[in-house]
């Protein structure tokens, strides 16, 4: 399995920007899938955006499309969202996940497709 640190949230106001990373240990994270999920308070866990193992391949929840972009260096065994335009409603703690892929342009938006979890890091956007 793959370990997963997240770094980058922090507190803004709403408008600002934040970049998460993901740092993954060991060779073999490029063979898996990744994503970023988030859970604010009493809510379930939801899918965020994907991304595949080559990186070609990108999917999001409607509700970040257009303000959200998430990418990896294969190189660095990292993994990154860009947040733009923050709002209230994006007040979370995020989570990095890799998932098992067969195939390299695959992305996975199940979360219980993934089998490894970052610890997590908390985003707040005031208003």
């Known amino acids: 399995q793959v370990r997963l640190v997240e770094s980058g949230g922090g507190l803004v106001q709403a408008g600002e920007s934040l970049r998460l990373s993901c740092a993954a240990s060991?060779?073999?994270?490029?063979?898996?899938?990744m994503g970023w999920f988030r859970q604010s308070s009493g809510k379930e866990r939801q899918f965020v955006a994907g991304i595949s193992r080559n990186g070609i391949s990108t999917s999001y929840t409607d509700s970040v499309k257009g303000r959200f972009t998430i990418s990896r260096d294969n190189v660095k065994y990292a993994m990154y969202l860009h947040m733009n335009s923050l709002k209230p409603e994006d007040t979370a703690v995020y989570y990095c996940?890799?998932?098992?892929?067969?195939?390299?342009?695959?992305?996975?938006?199940?979360?219980?497709?993934?089998?490894?979890w970052g610890q997590g890091s908390r985003v707040a956007v005031s208003s």
């Open positions: 996940a890799a998932a098992p892929a067969p195939f390299a342009a695959l992305v996975v938006r199940i979360t219980s497709d993934y089998n490894c």
């Open positions: 060991g060779r073999s994270s490029s063979n898996y899938a």
